[in-house]
């Protein structure tokens, strides 16, 4: 999108009435001051509802994955980043994790409340192996909360990114497709082996929540052409997923005004060298950028430094 720095927010904002009431005593002065600099750009328009999340949309247009709703093929990128030959094969990641059991719903535990080590990961992923080789699926150790998973029922399979599901009765987000059947069923017999599964026993016995289940995200092959590399200049700043994902807004806000001292006053100082900026702001329905590209963009928005607006009328909608 552009040659100089480029800085993408994910969970810039939530829908939840509990965040909008934190958003309207939160300052950002850093972050008004540099969009009152900045023109309006791109926009990624959607809902609460898509599988896959705003921030993941732009950037899965930055590394050129475009792809369906649930089906950008975000674990064939990652074995590609890591310099391994994808096999042209449709990947997936497999996340273990706790599902709460309700009386008429399950909804999804926060990874992190599971507080999963390499061991005990690695445990579970030896039980679980052998039945996902039985439905042709090669399963192997990435990281404690996260395995990466080969198989042809991942093609053209769309998923509910994590992010989407965590806090969330999980029924709205199953897979829905014909080839998903076989998932389900085996989702259904890891449940089983894992109720009783000495592993959990001395989790329990820890004070620890048991692994219970598992999600099923970022499938698919990679396109025929696609970036090798992310863009030279685009920036992550993901300080914010972690406490809007367990609901604790205190610490978001403490989290935001971090990133408006720290990297909004950063970018601002690029726009007074004269260096080129893009703000890309994401919530859980759409994302929004913001950009300067040339010196001569300055003189023709001074005025609107006079015209800020606060922050929770920016990230209205999103």
Same mark, same amino acid.
């Given at each position: 999108? *552009?040659?100089?720095?480029?800085?993408?927010?994910?969970? +810039?904002?939530?829908?939840?009435?509990?965040?909008?009431? #934190?958003?309207?005593?939160?300052?950002?002065?850093?972050?008004?001051k540099?969009?009152?600099?900045?023109?309006?750009?791109?926009?990624?328009?959607?809902d609460?509802?898509?599988? *896959?999340?705003?921030?993941?949309?732009?950037?899965?247009?930055?590394?050129?994955?475009?792809?369906?709703?649930?089906?950008?093929?975000?674990?064939? &990128? $990652?074995? !590609?980043?890591?310099?391994?030959?994808?096999?042209?094969?449709?990947?997936?990641?497999? /996340?273990?994790?706790? @599902?709460r059991?309700?009386?008429?719903?399950?909804?999804?535990?926060?990874?992190?409340?599971?507080? %999963?080590?390499?061991?005990?990961?690695?445990?579970?992923?030896?039980?679980?192996?052998?039945?996902f080789? $039985?439905?042709?699926?090669a399963?192997?150790?990435?990281?404690? #909360?996260?395995?990466?998973?080969?198989?042809?029922?991942?093609?053209?399979?769309?998923? !509910? *990114?994590?992010?989407?599901?965590?806090?969330? /009765?999980?029924?709205? @987000?199953?897979?829905? !497709?014909?080839q998903?059947?076989?998932?389900?069923?085996?989702?259904?017999?890891?449940?089983? %082996?894992?109720?009783?599964?000495?592993?959990?026993?001395?989790?329990? +016995?820890?004070?620890?929540?048991?692994?219970?289940?598992? @999600?099923?995200?970022?499938?698919? !092959?990679?396109? #025929?052409?696609?970036?090798?590399?992310?863009?030279?200049?685009?920036?992550?700043?993901?300080?914010?997923?972690?406490?809007?994902? %367990?609901?604790? @807004?205190p610490?978001?806000?403490?989290? &935001?005004?971090?990133?408006?001292?720290?990297?909004?006053?950063?970018?601002?100082?690029?726009?007074?060298?004269?260096?080129?900026v893009?703000?890309?702001?994401?919530?859980?329905?759409?994302? $929004?950028?913001?950009?300067?590209?040339?010196?001569?963009?300055?003189?023709?928005?001074?005025?609107?430094?006079?015209?800020?607006?606060?922050?929770?009328?920016?990230?209205?909608?999103?």
């Amino acid at each position: 999108m *552009s040659d100089g720095v480029h800085l993408l927010i994910p969970f +810039a904002v939530s829908s939840t009435p509990e965040c909008a009431a #934190a958003l309207q005593a939160l300052a950002l002065p850093q972050l008004e001051k540099l969009l009152a600099r900045l023109a309006r750009g791109a926009a990624a328009r959607g809902d609460e509802h898509t599988l *896959s999340m705003p921030h993941e949309r732009v950037l899965a247009r930055e590394y050129a994955l475009a792809a369906p709703d649930g089906c950008i093929p975000w674990a064939a &990128w $990652q074995v !590609a980043q890591s310099g391994r030959d994808t096999q042209d094969a449709a990947w997936a990641w497999i /996340t273990p994790c706790h @599902w709460r059991v309700g009386t008429d719903h399950i909804a999804m535990g926060h990874p992190q409340e599971l507080q %999963l080590d390499a061991a005990d990961s690695q445990t579970f992923l030896a039980a679980m192996q052998p039945f996902f080789e $039985q439905d042709g699926i090669a399963l192997e150790y990435d990281a404690p #909360a996260r395995w990466l998973a080969r198989g042809e029922v991942f093609r053209g399979l769309a998923t !509910a *990114s994590l992010d989407r599901v965590v806090g969330r /009765t999980i029924d709205d @987000w199953m897979p829905r !497709a014909p080839q998903a059947k076989s998932l389900r069923r085996l989702q259904q017999e890891m449940q089983m %082996l894992l109720y009783t599964h000495p592993a959990n026993e001395e989790r329990s +016995a820890r004070g620890l929540l048991p692994v219970n289940s598992f @999600w099923v995200s970022g499938t698919g !092959a990679l396109p #025929a052409a696609h970036a090798a590399a992310p863009p030279p200049g685009l920036q992550i700043t993901d300080c914010l997923r972690g406490p809007a994902l %367990l609901g604790d @807004w205190p610490a978001w806000t403490r989290a &935001w005004q971090g990133v408006d001292a720290q990297e909004c006053e950063r970018l601002n100082r690029v726009v007074n060298a004269g260096g080129a900026v893009t703000l890309t702001l994401c919530g859980e329905r759409g994302a $929004q950028s913001w950009t300067r590209q040339h010196k001569g963009e300055w003189p023709r928005r001074l005025g609107s430094l006079f015209q800020r607006k606060r922050a929770a009328a920016l990230l209205e909608g999103l």
